[in-house]
């Protein structure tokens, strides 16, 4: 069949198809884009960002401007942790409050964006060093939620999650998200979501934003680190010394950092963005491509 016969024939195809379901199968088995779609690691911060127009959520809603419109994102957030690994697989992601203490404002606010059944089995698919479960409970956390909020208000971008098995160490998870970059060749967004430097438990109630000696000193040691594309050091964080202890506690949010680290080859460049601490957090994000 020559060229002219195929594309004919091809479009009488898409033509005669009568639901979207029927075209969301096809277009799951097109050949990669040319455009490998960047990478993005986000410090999501307080829930408040999503209604407030500061300097961070500013930074995402140019961010959203900047890059590529994406056929899809999947966001590792820092506030979705399960036994084992998940991505939500529903058609229509409910907006998780997993929060407490803030105005009756901010509880009121849904993301609306649509899951896609069919990008939930891209990913469980592209994974092969893990089995991947398919969840129909969760939905969005606001470590998704008020991030994208800024970055795409429209919500007219299926959005999906991959949660963070809470019982593998750092080397798992990096390896393991390195299975995920051949997502990006085909239009879909990897968003990491936590904070490099996140320990709520040495907050200064009397000022928040109080500058901290160890949380200055540990985001720039992080910084030099990723600049140098230094993966083994980043992997091993428990070597890196007193202030880097002191900022991750627990590893939940720092692990979403190395989500997107994971996936850059080394012709690329990286870009930081909202790049300040705030008291015990750390803002500093940063894009790949």
């Not at 996936?263 to 963005?273: D, G």
Request: hydrophobic share 40%; glycine share 6%; proline share 6%.
């Amino acid at each position: 069949m020559d060229r002219g016969q195929f594309i004919k024939t091809s479009l009488l195809g898409l033509f005669s198809m009568t639901t979207l379901s029927d075209l969301e199968k096809l277009t799951r088995n097109f050949p990669e884009t040319e455009t490998i779609m960047p990478v993005l690691f986000v410090g999501h911060g307080s829930p408040m960002n999503a209604i407030e127009a500061n300097e961070f959520s500013l930074g995402w809603t140019e961010m959203g401007k900047q890059l590529p419109k994406p056929r899809a994102i999947v966001c590792i957030s820092a506030h979705w942790e399960t036994k084992g690994t998940f991505v939500t697989a529903m058609e229509h992601p409910k907006t998780i409050h997993d929060f407490g203490g803030f105005p009756q404002e901010l509880f009121d606010v849904q993301y609306p964006a649509p899951g896609s059944p069919a990008v939930a089995d891209e990913t469980k698919k592209s994974i092969n060093s893990a089995l991947v479960g398919l969840d129909e409970a969760w939905g969005l956390d606001h470590g998704c939620w008020s991030v994208l909020k800024k970055m795409y208000p429209k919500a007219d971008i299926p959005v999906i999650q991959l949660s963070l098995d809470y019982t593998k160490d750092a080397l798992w998870h990096f390896n393991l998200a390195k299975e995920l970059a051949v997502l990006r060749s085909k239009g879909i967004l990897i968003l990491g979501s936590g904070n490099i430097v996140h320990n709520l438990r040495l907050v200064n109630w009397n000022d928040f934003y109080a500058k901290m000696d160890w949380a200055e000193a540990a985001n720039e040691k992080f910084k030099n680190l990723i600049k140098e594309n230094d993966a083994k050091s980043l992997i091993g964080y428990e070597k890196l010394g007193k202030e880097v202890a002191l900022s991750i506690p627990t590893p939940e949010h720092y692990l979403p950092m190395l989500y997107a680290l994971s996936m850059r080859n080394e012709k690329e460049s990286l870009s930081f963005f909202n790049d300040k601490t705030m008291g015990p957090i750390s803002m500093t994000s940063f894009k790949i491509g």
